[in-house]
DNA sequence: ATCGGCTATCGTCGTTTACCGATATGTTTT
DNA sequence: AAAACATATCGGTAAACGACGATAGCCGAT
């Protein structure tokens, strides 16, 4: 992988990390994760926010492509994109095993010191 | 678990995945895993940015548990703090899983309408 | 005691976020 | 056509973020 390819990707990653980096879209992500059908105003309820609050929310989590809504007129049903943070979960287990196969952060040199 | 845990969980875990938020930080995350001994200035040299901005970055990381700082005057050697992002991974994995035991987000009765 | 290298903090600036109430949009029902 | 409903967007405000240069703090070396 190119150095620019790995930025863009780099990009992408954050940009998922980043949509899940507050309580109020976690809340809603474990929502939807539980909620069968299509729910509307009830996510609303459930996070205790405004309701303008609340679709901006939905907003970000459509834009960085962690959930989707699909319409249902009146209301529009949304629920998880499946796989959307697989590659964030994959970062996470590869930092994981990089680490683990290198030396400690403590150089070796100064270890005895 | 109560409502209150579980909203000190959500945000402790959005903490996290906000200090994933930015490109420069998983640049910085993947440098440490993969360098072995203590790095200095290297990480201003890699990531491109202001040493002050970096140096705001790793603080942002260590306020969020990811990464550990050890003194080794003059330097600071950071590490990853191992099993940091475990419990995002296991939100990740527990969406999915949620999810999967969930029927589809279209509501039967709309199925076939 | 001073110098030099490395890291942290401060002050600043422009941008973005979070939140809300109010309003607009779009669709079904009456 | 109008009413009812759900969601999206707008306007505004306060706070947080990202970036930088400048400067302070620390420690080993001279």
Same mark, same amino acid.
């Given at each position: 992988m190119t150095e620019v390819q790995q930025d863009l990707e780099d990009m992408r990653m954050a940009a998922t990390a980043k949509a899940l980096g507050h309580p109020a879209r976690l809340r809603i992500l474990r929502l939807l994760a539980r909620t069968p059908g299509c729910i509307g105003g009830d996510i609303v309820e459930a996070v205790g926010l405004a309701q303008s609050t609340v679709s901006e929310h939905l907003r970000i989590l459509k834009d960085a492509g962690v959930i989707e809504g699909q319409i249902d007129p009146p209301r529009v049903c949304y629920s998880l994109s499946p796989g959307a943070l697989q590659p964030l979960s994959a970062l996470i287990e590869e930092l994981d095993i990089i680490r683990s196969e290198?030396? #400690? #952060?403590?150089n070796p040199a100064r270890a005895q010191g």
């Open positions: 290198s030396a #400690c #952060c403590v």
